[in-house]
């Protein structure tokens, strides 16, 4: 979000998806988000551009798909806001070794799967692509 959007540091999220896009670093993204993306895109840019741009920005990640079992544990999970908790299972469900994001609710599950900011994850494995 922070790069499409081109939010306060998104650069750093540019790289980490440059990364995903042009080296063997797997990355997934959950079907949720794809949807997220482009609902926050599609007012300011309309329909056909926001879909274009999100194909774009996709390529090369995995997209985990949404499950009814995500959504009942989700319902059930100690993060509050529902939208982190379908994320946070949907990455444990696929195997996730860390989720990247901005977010810091996520660091209530950081004992369950580790969490980075962008510039820590580059901080941590490089910045080159």
Known sequence: MDFLTERKNWMESAIVVSKVQNTPLKGGISTLTVVVLYLMLEKDIGKKSAKELIKEAIKGFEIIPLTPEIIQEAFNHKLDDFEDAVQFITAKVANCEAI???????????????????????DEYGRGC
């Open 100 to 122: 990247i994001t901005r977010d810091n609710d996520f660091q209530v599950v950081s004992d369950e799967i580790r969490i980075y900011r962008p510039e820590e994850y580059l």
